[in-house]
């Protein structure tokens, strides 16, 4: 006899909702390469092992150990819609990446460095330092890392905000810091 197993509402989505999500992560694009919590990038241009030598050149180009690929992944996507729109960007991240070789996203970072200096005048690193620039630091990822708080207009700008709250950096002595003297 097969014994009965009694699951509650909540246990059985729990369990569903896990299992659905992992089937879903697993078979996208980039999932293989994601390390922290489950996201996947969908690809129109690019295979998931170009992807994969992208992201890598990506955390090569701005390493922040802390950082989620998460945050990499959306240089990746930026790319890759760029790629799908023109051919010619296409054809440069394609011959960039064959240049780069298939060990490239898997090498020590040390030799990942080695074989960026060797093409970094290429057009097709300056394509990928310059989107990865753009895209990294304009990232609400990045933001929630770095403590940005992003841009303060629309909040009611920075003076009531905490504009002078920046505790790493000393205090400057009133006759230091250019304040006008005031008259009376």
């Known amino acids: 006899m097969v014994p009965l197993i009694t699951l509650d509402r909540r246990d059985l989505l729990k369990a569903t ?29 690019l295979s998931t092992g ?9 955390r090569t180009i701005c ?29 440069t991240l394609k011959d960039g990446i064959a ?16 074989a960026l200096k060797k093409i970094e005048a ?5 394509t990928m330092r ?3 620039v753009g895209t990294l630091y304009s990232s609400p990822i990045a933001y929630a890392h770095f403590g940005y708080e992003g841009e303060a ?12 709250s920046l505790r790493w ?3 400057v002595p009133g006759e230091d810091s250019g304040a006008m003297p005031v008259r009376t």
């Open 17 to 45: 909702t896990g299992l659905l999500s992992g089937l879903v992560v697993a078979g996208s694009p980039l999932a293989v390469i994601a390390k922290g919590a489950a996201w996947a990038v969908d690809l129109v241009a």
């Open 50 to 58: 170009e992807a994969a030598t992208l992201l890598a050149m990506a």
């Open 63 to 91: 390493p922040h150990d802390r950082l989620d690929d998460l945050a990499y992944a959306l240089v990746v996507q930026g790319i890759d819609a760029d790629a799908h729109k023109d051919e010619s960007t296409r054809k």
């Open 99 to 114: 240049a780069l070789g298939r060990a490239f996203a898997t090498n020590p970072e040390n030799e990942r460095v080695d």
């Open 122 to 126: 290429s057009e097709f690193f300056q």
């Open 130 to 132: 310059l989107k990865t």
């Open 153 to 164: 207009f629309s909040k009611g700008g920075y003076l009531l905000r905490g504009f002078n």
């Open 169 to 171: 950096l000393p205090e």
